[in-house]
């Protein structure tokens, strides 16, 4: 199947899911890791020392598989996909 879609370069793949950060990589597509993911009830429940363990394992793991940026929650995604236009407009493509 052909989508004829001639630029993905503006395109935004955010997940936590490595297989399909990796499927958006793969499709040229700039990707965004969620490094604090999961339901909200489990990870307040976690110490305020194992949830920065987790969220500096996931950032390490999702950097290692090649995402263009981390974010720890969706609240910070406006400012992440500022910097990536910013990127986009110096001429950087995913």
Do not use: Y
């Not at 004829?4 to 499927?23: F, H, I, N, W």
């Not at 597509?29 to 305020?48: F, K, M, N, V």
């Not at 949830?51 to 500096?56: A, N, P």
């Not at 940026?69 to 950087?92: P, Y």
């Amino acid at each position: 199947m052909q989508l004829k879609a001639s630029k993905l370069d503006g395109c935004v793949l955010v997940s936590d899911e490595p297989r399909l950060l990796q499927s958006g990589l793969n499709a040229g597509l700039w990707t965004i890791g969620l490094a604090s993911c999961g339901p909200s009830s489990q990870w307040q429940a976690l110490s305020p020392k194992e949830q920065e363990r987790q969220r500096g394992q996931a950032t390490l793991q999702l950097f290692a598989l090649g995402v263009h940026s981390v974010v720890d929650h969706l609240e910070a995604l406006a400012d992440c996909l500022a910097d990536i236009g910013q990127r986009r407009r110096k001429g950087e493509k995913p």
